[in-house]
């Protein structure tokens, strides 16, 4: 199984971006899919989720109302659009997949925990 991502790089402040991912080995479509950053320094943080079966999202309380995830699943992607990026949205994005559909289980859906294959991330950049 590999996950994908692509989209990252160099924006400024109150730029966009968008990130996909793909994956091989599995049908994202059918899995739970998120987005993670990590910031230099800092530990891994959710920033959002879809879920695999109604395509409910999710999202870390900094992003709402910038950032929005969606799914494509003629194409078997995901995507995260960003929007306004501020400064402090700089870090390594990595695309997750998870068996467990978070509208059926139990915890946060943005808990990293949760996710059992990983991409390699990519890199986005705000200076400040």
């Known amino acids: 199984v590999q996950l994908v991502e692509s989209g990252g790089g160099l924006v400024q402040p109150g730029g966009s971006l968008r990130l996909s991912c793909t994956a091989s080995?599995?049908?994202?479509?059918?899995?739970?899919t998120g987005w993670f950053r990590q910031a230099p320094g800092k530990g891994r943080e959710g920033v959002a989720v879809?879920?695999?079966?109604?395509?409910?999202?999710y999202y870390e309380d900094s992003v709402k109302g910038r950032f929005t995830i969606s799914r494509d699943n003629d194409k078997d992607a995901v995507w995260l659009q960003m929007t306004n990026l501020q400064p402090e949205d700089p870090a390594v994005y990595y695309c997750?997949?998870?068996?467990?559909?978070?509208?059926?289980?139990?915890?946060?859906?943005?808990?990293?925990?949760?996710?059992?294959?990983w991409g390699q991330g990519t890199q986005v950049t705000v200076p400040s």
């Open positions: 879809i879920s695999s079966g109604h395509g409910t999202t």
């Open positions: 080995g599995l049908p994202l479509k059918n899995w739970a």
């Open positions: 997750a997949a998870a068996f467990a559909d978070p509208e059926y289980r139990v915890g946060d859906p943005l808990d990293s925990e949760a996710y059992e294959y």
